[in-house]
């Protein structure tokens, strides 16, 4: 028999590791947690539980969970991974924007729909239909709210039918990558844009977040007549609005900037990107905090091809800081598997998923050596991986093994989430199983804020 002291030390110990360790509870917080403990329970015994269901069939269950309303109430820190083009929901979008003037839409031969605003008849595009007044469109149709709806399924991968519409990973990314462009002509209108990034940040807001970091790919925006502006200018909204926003919410710090580029581009445009960023972030040094590379990982060129690119502020001794998407994978046997291993060589500030770090031992150990935070996007992973059980998930060996990791909603408009809170559940009631506790939480948003 087992010495029951060394047992009794060796279980404490890997229950204290279990929940992410590290976070002390006061009373009070001892008691809330006993209680969402009881809670937990409770969920898991129920007849469906959510976080081992895709979360388009999950959705209406966690609203009604006390759990998600109580997380819905907690401070959650930051939110440090969301792609601007996906943070404002999809019915702001059709009910607010696309009810605006001079709003014109046209619709693609693979049934999705492109937006501009102009002030005349815009010039026709290539594969889409006639540019059509939405205002007149409108007053043609006798089913409003039908076409509405219609529009609304055009700028979200939401569905009742997550399996049967998307078969594939190649299926969803390619009707995500769909979403983007149908959004895009709403977005890029200047005087949307503003209001679409004031009314982001109130969502987050509301769900109890106080600071957030938003990537982008700084695209130029329009005016009704034509006239364009550029990354500067972008990047000064940014800065104007998050000023605003903070002037008028004295507890929230702020929105940053992370500059993006696909990472299907070519060396030499990547190198392009690299060198505005630099000197975007030279001319902004207070909003725009770093650099990335996004886009479907899997079919994507690896970090490698990139080195060159990648290694021009150290060649030029100048800093700018990455936050590499890597390992968003699971161990694919090609290039991309480099991306961890070289995201950590490359200095990454932080890991955008790391899904595969478990694959990958010796990125694994070094990031948990420098201390890396993780950003782990759970809904994203079931949406875009089609991972619908969430309770193998990673990022719960992860939290075990000292990793700190920070929760984030990737893309809240495409997956139909706002705030964070859906993304805290996921984590809590499903990758965290019967152990996590407050002091989990706790230790989660503190991470995003470190
Ligand atoms: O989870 C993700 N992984 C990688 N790329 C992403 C993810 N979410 C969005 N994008 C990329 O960001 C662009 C918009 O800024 C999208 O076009 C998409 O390719």
Redesign the pocket.
């Known amino acids: 028999v087992p010495d029951p002291s060394v047992r009794d030390h060796l279980m404490q110990e890997e229950a204290f590791r279990q929940v992410g360790g590290g976070v002390l509870l006061t009373e009070p917080e001892r008691r809330l947690s006993e209680r969402l403990h009881k809670l937990k329970e409770q969920e898991m015994a129920g007849p469906q539980f959510p976080p081992a269901m895709h979360f388009f069939k999950a959705r209406s269950l966690i609203q009604q969970s006390p759990i998600f309303r109580l997380l819905q109430m907690m401070p959650k820190g930051a939110a440090l991974h969301i ?4 943070l404002v929901g999809v019915d702001w979008l059709v009910k607010n924007v696309t009810y605006r003037p001079h709003c014109y839409v046209c619709f693609t031969a693979d049934q999705s729909v492109r937006f501009i605003f102009s002030a005349k008849q815009p010039i026709p595009q290539p594969g889409c239909s006639k540019w059509t007044l939405l205002e007149a469109l409108r007053r043609e149709l006798g089913n409003v709210t039908g076409f509405d709806r219609s529009l609304m399924q055009n700028l979200t991968l939401f569905t009742a039918d997550p399996e049967t519409t998307y078969p594939s990973q190649n299926v969803v990314w390619s009707k ?2 769909q979403t ?1 462009s149908a959004v895009l002509g709403l977005l890029r209108h200047a005087p949307v844009f503003k209001d679409y990034l004031y009314q982001g940040l109130t969502q987050l807001y509301q769900d109890n977040i106080i600071y957030v970091e938003l ?3 700084l695209s130029e925006t329009y005016e009704l007549d034509g006239s364009t502006h550029d990354k500067s200018w972008c990047l000064r909204t940014y800065q104007e609005v998050s000023r605003k926003f903070a002037a008028q919410h004295p507890d929230f710090l702020g929105a940053r900037v992370i500059f ?1 580029v ?1 990472r299907n581009l070519s060396a030499s445009k990547v190198r392009e990107a690299v060198q505005s960023a630099i000197t975007l972030h030279k001319e902004f040094p207070e909003v725009m905090v770093g650099f990335d590379l ?4 899997d079919t994507g060129r690896p970090l490698w091809y990139f080195r060159e690119a990648l290694s021009l502020p150290m060649k030029l001794g100048v800093t700018l800081a990455y936050f590499f ?1 890597a390992g ?1 994978t699971d161990l694919e046997g090609t290039e991309v598997d480099g991306n961890l291993l070289d995201a950590l060589l490359f200095n990454t500030s932080r890991i ?2 790391g899904f595969a770090l478990p694959h990958h031992p010796v990125a694994k150990e070094l990031s948990r050596k420098m201390g890396v935070a993780i950003e782990i ?1 759970p809904i ?1 992973n079931q949406v ?1 991986k089609l991972v619908s059980d969430l309770r193998n998930h990673p990022a719960a060996v992860l939290m075990s093994e000292g990793h700190p990791l920070v929760i984030s909603s ?2 809240p408009a495409a997956f139909g989430t706002t705030g964070l809170s859906y993304d805290f559940y996921e984590m809590f009631v499903g990758i965290g199983g019967m152990s996590s506790n407050l002091g989990t939480l706790k230790e989660l948003a503190i991470n995003s804020l470190r």
């Open positions: 792609h601007t083009s996906s995500f990558e983007f990537r982008t790919d993006t696909r996004v886009g479907h990982e998407h968003e955008g998923h996007c994203s875009l990737d893309d």
